[in-house]
Nanobody
Framework: QVQLVESGGGLVQAGGSQRLSCAAS????????MGWYRQAPGKSRELVST???????HYADSVKGRFTISRDNAKNTLYLQMDSLKPEDTAVYYC??????????????WGQGTQVTVSS
């Protein structure tokens, strides 16, 4: 079994910064793509950013230039540095990972989510 646990959410003022972390644990052989999604109240879940095992990154247009995704493959940990935060960034942020387990079974896993609230 694989678990993803996010941390680092909370309340921040507009223009401020926040860093999210996501630690993957369990029966992990390798992790391919990792990413962050978010879901604001009344809206569907949307992609924020992804990163491959080779550190190739992709960002949604809405966060490009403000957010930076990174990962520590040795620690199976994903990060999202969020700068110049806006009230519209308020959402529950979810960590995502494509994992191959020690049993060589491939699957997609999600964290439980962490709330980020940006006040104006």
């Amino acid at each position: 079994q694989v678990q993803l646990v996010e941390s680092g959410g909370g309340l921040v003022q507009a223009g401020g910064s926040q860093r999210l972390s996501c630690a993957a644990s369990g029966s992990i052989f390798s992790i391919n793509i990792m990413g962050w999604y978010r879901q604001a109240p009344g809206k569907s879940r949307e992609l924020v950013s992804t990163i491959t095992s080779a550190s190739n990154t992709h960002y949604a247009d809405s966060v490009k230039g403000r957010f930076t995704i990174s990962r520590d493959n040795a620690k199976n940990t994903l990060y999202l540095q969020m700068d110049s935060l806006k009230p519209e960034d308020t959402a529950v942020y979810y960590c995502y990972a494509q994992v191959t387990t020690q049993q060589l079974s491939a699957g997609s896993y999600w964290g439980q989510g962490t709330q980020v609230t940006v006040s104006s």
